[in-house]
């Protein structure tokens, strides 16, 4: 039996709130970062994210909006990133992103153009003060530390570090 008079309140919370399922698949992901594939791991990121919120990358027109990323299940954000630190020394993944993006004067909710960029310069996505396409990303071991994931779509929801509140979010929820 699960409870004693002791935790019974734990594994009545338990009981009650079941870990949510993942809505995304992660085996091709877990794939391509174990062969540091870092091209397809990329795509294969991008592609569940827009599966999750219901995109599809195909059309040409998939971004993904500020409400999205509120939304975004934590299980797959967390996972999804727990899947990028574990391939490489911890050198990628949202939260090495994160990181970089707080420690170049960003704060989250707001945006000022001048740390913006300079957190672009810091991860590799601006160079020469132009942002870089996403066939131009590094898909190298030698890329900087939180250059991926990465994607034109996804960086939108840095600027104010929408992506990053979630995160944060998450955390508090776990």
Known sequence: MCCNSWNIFICYYKNQNPQPELIGNYNQLEKHLKTQDWQKANQETIDIMLKVTKQNSEDGEAFFKVDEIEKFPCQD???????????????????????????????????????????GKTVGWQQEGIWISDQELNFSSEALPGHLPSSAILRDTLRKGELFSRMNACSRNR
């Open 77 to 119: 954000l967390v996972r999804i990133n727990q899947l990028w630190q574990e391939s490489y020394q911890k050198k990628f993944g949202f939260s090495v992103q994160k990181s970089k993006y707080e420690e170049t004067g960003n704060v989250i909710g707001e945006y000022k153009e001048n740390t913006f960029n300079e957190f």
